[in-house]
């Protein structure tokens, strides 16, 4: 199996000649940075701020202690680590050792993280000892037991981490910026979510292009309020986006109106990223707050669509601009540009960053439409794309890919747009049976299978039913087995207990003797899914 599709050799050197791909890796960005920007803030937590100094020496240390524990350049890493400075120092240090990171999210659990580790044979996991009432430390060396090619745990604040982070700096060499820089996690349409690999070179043009896009300088305060190894808060423009313009990130612990108002008037925050949902929630919150909000310039709302009343509500209450923005994790991202007339800000979700970002809309009823299948302007249709950072296969995937991608290269996203005059898209909804609940994509069939590992089970559906605050929540369908039917109650605690994120524990669950019968009595998943999602918006 191939740890990394390339672009065909002749596309790559389109990609350079054009001066997206610069051949710089994210080491040398923040050694340039910092010889720019050296006694400038460059990250600010609950109880501590460094400059970009500070951060480069840490970088560096970690990088030389990460040499030191055995751990080999190429090797895999798993990274979970809440919104803390050291977030920002580990993943340069791995990156300054040509190790990669693997992105997991603080909400994953036991069994996501067991997966990730054991799909990228990582060596090594990064964690906290505890947040938030959470030991991640303690499953992360559950972890380390079942995966053999685990082999240490370096949990934050804990000596391990300390011995790590204190290593004297020496040269090392930089890696290939054509190669994988590191690996993210995809929203996942079946199963347990998919490797993504990202380079140096495709990743960083995404970086550069959202930083100027969102008029990013050094003045800047970017307030990163969702976790940070979301692909959006990462690079849209993220933390990344920060760090490339020399700008302050603020890390928030929490991204509630409280922690974040305050934190926007004590650093004079100027930019943040949030989804609808907690968009909603800060411009319910606007109204009775005592804080100064005045110096935020943009909100970014992305994530999920935004719905048009939200998108309305979001400039007068907080008095700042609205930017929409739309992506994935394997590349494509679209941002409504900060000098577009304002039907396009509100009413749609951006246009590519890239003018060689190439965009197919095609038939969304036909499974294999590739992208010469257009519909006609202004329909609704399937969206397909490839460009300069969207990947051409998952890692380690050949028989995903095989149906994720055309045979020209094209990336199946799964969404369904309408594409305007302009190049914006509207976001339609989706045609992969995944549930996007408030930013958080959920498979459908990963927690039916938690749901049919319960011995009263015999089978199970997971639907999305609309939600005002979360755009989707997850209500999952249950036929038991002859016998007693275990409660609604009962069957969320199970799925809670076999350690999966708190987010796909189903919202709701429906015990029903059989799934209603489709039109022509056929069985499929996808039919019974549209069926029972049918029944409960009928509910």
């Not at 040509?98 to 580790?117: T, Y």
Request: proline share 6%; aromatic share 6%.
């Amino acid at each position: 199996m191939k740890d990394h599709t390339p672009w065909p050799s002749e596309t790559a050197a389109r990609y350079r000649a054009w001066g997206y791909w610069r051949g710089q890796t994210f080491g040398a960005l923040l050694t340039s940075v910092t010889e720019a920007h050296a006694g400038r803030t460059a990250v600010v937590g609950e109880h501590e701020r460094w400059t970009f100094a500070g951060l480069d020496e840490r970088a560096h240390r970690i990088a030389a202690g990460l040499i030191e524990a055995g751990i080999r350049s190429g090797e895999r890493v798993v990274v979970q680590l809440p919104n803390i400075p050291e977030f920002l120092s580990v993943v340069f240090g791995l990156w300054r050792a040509g190790v990669l990171p693997v992105f997991a999210l603080p909400a994953h659990r036991h069994s996501e993280l067991r997966h990730f580790a054991s799909q990228s044979e990582a060596s090594a996991i990064i964690t906290v000892e505890e947040h938030g009432g959470h030991g991640y430390a303690g499953v992360a060396r559950a972890v380390a037991r079942d995966v053999e090619s685990v082999r240490a745990v370096f949990a934050v604040g804990t000596e391990e981490f300390t011995q790590l982070a204190s290593a004297a700096p020496r040269e090392l060499p930089d890696p290939d910026p054509a190669g994988v820089a590191f690996l993210q996690l995809s929203g996942g349409s079946t199963g347990l979510p998919k490797l993504i690999p990202r380079t140096h070179d495709d990743y960083l043009y995404s970086v550069r292009e959202s930083a100027r896009i969102c008029a990013l300088r050094p003045e800047s305060v970017y307030l990163a309020a969702l976790p940070v190894a979301h692909n959006f808060p990462l690079s849209s423009p993220g933390v990344l986006g920060a760090v490339h313009a020399g700008a302050a990130t603020v890390l928030a612990p929490r991204p509630d109106a409280d922690t974040a108002f305050r934190l926007i008037e004590a650093e004079r925050v100027t930019i943040s990223g949030v989804v609808p949902p907690l968009a909603a929630a800060w411009v319910q919150a606007a109204a009775r707050t005592t804080h100064d909000l005045s110096s935020v310039d943009v909100l970014l709302v992305g994530g999920a669509k935004c719905g048009r009343e939200l998108a309305e509500r979001i400039g007068p209450a907080l008095g700042c601009r609205l930017q929409q923005v739309f992506g994935m994790a394997e590349g494509l991202v679209c941002y409504t540009r900060l000098d577009d007339p304002a039907e396009l800000v509100l009413g749609t979700q951006g246009r590519p960053i890239s003018p060689d970002d190439e965009v197919r809309v095609v038939n969304p009823d036909d499974p294999r439409a590739g992208s010469s299948d257009e519909v006609s302007p202004g329909e609704v249709g399937a969206l397909l794309t490839r460009g300069p950072y969207t990947i051409r296969g998952y890692y380690r995937a050949d028989d995903h890919n095989a149906t994720a991608f055309t045979p020209d290269g094209f990336y199946r996203t799964g969404d369904l747009v309408r594409r305007r005059q302009s190049g914006h898209l509207e976001v339609v909804g989706r045609a992969k049976e995944q549930i996007n609940r408030g930013g958080e994509k959920v498979a459908a069939e990963e927690v039916e299978n938690h749901l049919m590992a319960h011995a009263g089970v015999l089978d199970a559906a997971v639907v999305a039913v609309p939600d005002e605050y979360l755009g989707e929540r997850t209500c999952a369908y249950v036929v038991p087995v002859e016998g007693a039917a275990p409660t609604a109650a009962q069957l969320r605690r199970f799925v809670r207990e076999r350690g999966v994120a708190a987010f796909k524990v189903p919202d709701l669950v429906q015990v029903v003797e059989q799934f209603p019968a489709t039109g022509v009595g056929k069985t499929s998943k996808r039919e019974l899914r549209a069926a029972l999602t049918a029944l409960a918006k009928e509910r």
